[in-house]
């Protein structure tokens, strides 16, 4: 007993003191910890039953450096699909290809991560994951995840400004990308009056929608201006509604909608698409859908003028007693339960039948007009469908030099647009801004250029006028400015074509381009340079292009097949009377005080037999005069402009028995010609290259030559025949050189005229075409002066001449 308890009481003794020692070790590492984690670290939890948990973790796995050794990528979506996207899965449609987000395999110890923010600090996040016990679920519930959290800690620091602004950043990011890139739009829900997501697009740059200059800027920036802050204020201390609308007018084709589009992208915004035409749709729906569009969004409204003419529905709407009424489209506008915080676009293509009351300031704040093509903008569009676009990789290694990702296909001397991408700013030497600026390229190699300010300074290289770029750049494009898409705008009648043609016609010549390419290619006549896939494209891609571009500027003409709206302009007498053959008695006229078309009337008629014999002597000219003067029917056919595809038609059909032969026609032709013509006729020069030709490349030595005109024929025309080529040649230079910014001043009877002049000869009527150019304008003093007829001159048309001298 004794032993046992000299050895029991010191065991006890210990055992109470460990267990003292355990519980004291247990509150002071409890409190090492809590003084730790109160003033050696900061944490931040975030668990998985937040709905914008993966938003975090996605942006931890692409925006930050991390250091767990392992990602997982997930195609889960992380928004809701639309009802239009779950009905296409259902019914077994086309699914396009997932998104991939990546996450960091966070394990249950530690990892880290840096992470920059906006400033450029640098901070070291640790993170760790908890995942609690799995837990039993039934059938309905089996796609729920088990809970668990991620913790995100920094050491050495009790501030957690970092991780809260790590936090707001992360999910402020993740969010706007995955809204970026996208545009939702909404329209009303089939029964009741509720918006229901239709579909998500595509955001639409601001370049593919080209309109004049500053236009978009200027309603981007107004739009943009609207939505902030200090503008809200300013509505609400002023009492103003907070909405504004925004008139889109113009004719159709020319781009509303599209820009509509455009805005909404630029801004952020979501587009409400009201139908106005929905029979079912009352006044009380479209109040109520009005007020529950979504913050900050456009409210749509397309082809007003079609739904409301003046105050009255359109009577081809049979209603049946719904409908919209006209005071309830006005009362949801802006009455006193309208929306505010968003903005309303009305588009248009009559503005002049809309009610007053309806575009008034306060419903329609800014109009905007969208026209028809200027010169300028088909310009543009020519260079958006056929300009190389080289990419830029990195720029300013070595300073002033610009690395693209593929070769550039430019060479010495070509002007290029900078246009600055999104992911790299460029910072000059000289502090200039570069976005959007014209530089011309010094080519360095087949991938690296150099840019300057002038052509003679990149021909000459060295540092006088370079742009001298020290950093970044990086998706920068470079688009090259040609001279066909300069001579391309300068055929575009002013104000005449709209956008939508403009588009199609350049399509249809880029098709026209691959199938010619195709041909070539199936017929062995494609020579490629290297046999590579990736070079074999790039060769192709650019043959393609390089034979759209010229056809598009020679066949100007399918674009303007319409006869254009009648202007009334100033005409002088002189040009009037010269589309009939008549303008030798313009100097009578003119000395009478008859100078304009708008000045001759009926009564000269009976005057005009004074002013000059032929005037007074029934003839042919005489009676063509009259009828012009009382505005004859008889005259309308022969007196009206000829548009560019009637001169090449003509042409063809007046000489298409001669089939281009330049030898055998100007033999015909001596025996056709009037000899009693007073005009001598230069002799038949051969022809030379078309005005249409592209320009070749300024200070290059490198650059390709331009296709042959016959080639380029062939390939837009369908004819094969050389002898048909080259009419057909002779046709499109005689249209070039009779035209003027897509117009012609020559009438249907000049033109048959000098066709019957030169019949059999098509050298002779296209090297003298000019003659038919020639406007009142140009006449000399002596030209304009009246020189009466003399006694002499008067008895010799009748065959008296020689009582002239007994006189």
């Known amino acids: 007993i004794t032993g046992t308890i000299a050895v029991s009481l010191p065991m006890s003794f210990l055992g109470a003191c460990g267990a003292v020692a355990y519980k004291m070790y247990g509150c002071v590492l409890e409190r090492l910890r809590n003084f730790v984690g109160k003033h050696c670290q900061i944490t931040l939890m975030f668990n998985n039953t937040d709905k914008h948990y993966d938003s975090i973790l996605d942006y931890i796995g692409s925006r930050c450096c991390v250091e767990t050794g392992s990602i997982l990528a997930s195609t889960k979506p992380r928004q809701r699909p639309s009802f239009q996207d779950m009905l296409a899965t259902w019914l077994g449609g086309k699914m396009k290809t997932p998104n991939l987000y990546f996450q960091p395999d966070i394990q249950g110890f530690a990892s880290y991560f840096w992470w920059t923010d906006e400033e450029g600090g640098r901070h070291k996040i640790w993170l760790s994951r908890q995942v609690e016990k799995p837990q039993f679920r039934s059938d309905s519930n089996r796609e729920k995840r088990d809970p668990e959290t991620i913790s995100l800690t920094m050491w050495w620091t009790t501030d957690a400004s970092v991780l809260k602004n790590f936090l707001t950043t992360g999910l402020k990011t993740m969010l706007k990308d995955e809204g970026t890139g996208t545009v939702d739009i909404y329209v009303k829900h089939q029964w009741i009056a509720m918006w229901t997501k239709a579909v998500s697009r595509e955001k639409r740059d601001r370049d593919t929608v080209i309109l004049d200059e500053g236009l978009a800027d200027y309603v981007v920036e107004d739009m943009r201006n609207f939505f902030s802050t200090k503008t809200a204020d300013w509505y609400h201390n002023a009492g103003i509604p907070y909405r504004r609308g925004y008139l889109l007018h113009g004719p159709p084709g020319c781009g509303k909608t599209s820009f509509a589009q455009v805005l909404a992208g630029e801004l952020g915004l979501d587009v409400c698409l009201m139908n106005l ?4 749709m009352n006044d009380d729906d479209l109040a109520e859908l009005l007020r529950a569009a979504p913050a900050k969004s456009m409210l749509l409204l397309e082809d007003v003028d ?13 209603r049946g007693g719904g409908g919209i009424s006209f ?11 309208a929306q505010e915080g968003c903005v309303i676009v009305l588009t248009t293509n009559h503005k002049d039948r809309l009610d007053e009351a309806l575009i008034r300031p306060g419903r329609c704040d800014v109009h905007v007009q969208v026209e028809k093509a200027s010169q300028e903008q088909a310009k543009r569009m020519f260079w958006r469908f056929f300009s190389k676009e080289p990419i830029v990789k990195i720029a300013g290694t070595p300073t002033g030099t610009i690395t693209t990702v593929a070769p550039h296909g430019l060479c010495t001397g070509d002007s290029i647009m900078y246009k ?3 992911q790299g700013l460029v910072t000059a030497e000289n502090g200039m801004d570069a976005d959007r600026s014209i530089f011309f390229v010094r080519k360095l190699d087949d991938d690296t250029v150099a840019l300057y300010d002038s052509v003679p300074n990149a021909i000459q290289g060295g540092k006088t006028g370079l742009f001298e770029i020290s950093e ?24 005449q074509v709209s956008m939508a043609k403009l588009q199609g016609y350049l399509m249809k010549q880029k098709l026209l381009a691959e199938k010619e390419v195709k041909r070539r290619r199936d017929n062995g006549q494609f020579e490629l340079q290297d046999e590579s896939m990736a070079e074999e494209e790039r060769q192709i891609r650019e043959e393609v292009h390089r034979i759209a571009s010229e056809t598009a500027v ?13 202007v009334e302009v100033p005409v002088s007498i002189y040009d009037h009377l010269r589309r009939v053959g008549l303008h030798r008695f313009a100097p009578a006229f003119e000395h009478y005080g008859i100078r304009l078309k708008q000045d001759l009337r009926e009564d000269v008629i009976g005057r005009m037999e004074m002013w000059d014999p032929d005037l007074k002597v029934p003839g042919t000219q005489r009676d063509r005069l009259i009828q012009l003067i009382k505005g004859d029917a008889c005259l309308d056919g022969a007196y009206d402009l000829a548009d560019l595809s009637v ?10 028995d001669t089939g281009g032969d330049e030898d055998d026609s100007c033999e015909q032709a001596g025996n056709k010609r009037d000899a009693a013509s007073t005009v001598p006729l230069p002799r038949p020069v051969p022809l030379t290259r078309s005005e249409s030709a592209p320009l070749e490349r300024r200070g290059s030595e490198t650059a390709s030559q331009p296709l042959p005109r016959l080639q380029l024929l062939r390939a837009s025309s369908g004819v094969v025949e050389d002898k048909g080529l080259k009419l057909l040649d002779m046709a499109h230079l005689f249209q070039e050189r009779l035209e003027t910014n897509g117009k012609t001043d020559v009438s249907i009877w000049q033109l048959d005229m000098h066709f019957r002049r030169y019949a059999g000869d098509p050298s002779g009527a296209l090297e003298n075409c000019s003659r038919l150019r020639r406007p009142g304008s140009d006449r000399t003093p002596e030209e304009r002066m009246l020189r009466p007829a003399t006694t002499f001159q008067l008895l010799r048309r009748i065959g008296l001449e020689s009582y002239a001298f007994s006189l």
């Open 554 to 566: 020679m066949n100007v003409h399918e674009l303007l097949d319409a006869k254009k709206d009648v």
């Open 420 to 422: 600055q991408g999104k």
């Open 306 to 318: 079609a739904i409301f003419v003046e105050r009255a529905a359109s009577a081809d709407k049979k």
């Open 472 to 495: 970044g750049g990086k998706g920068t494009k470079l688009q090259e400015l040609s001279e066909s898409g300069t001579h391309f705008g300068t055929r575009i009648p002013e104000k």
């Open 277 to 280: 035409s929905n029979s079912d």
């Open 327 to 337: 005071s309830g489209l006005l009362n949801a506008l802006d009455g006193a339960a």
């Open 647 to 656: 001169l090449r038609d003509r042409f063809l059909a007046t000489y298409q």
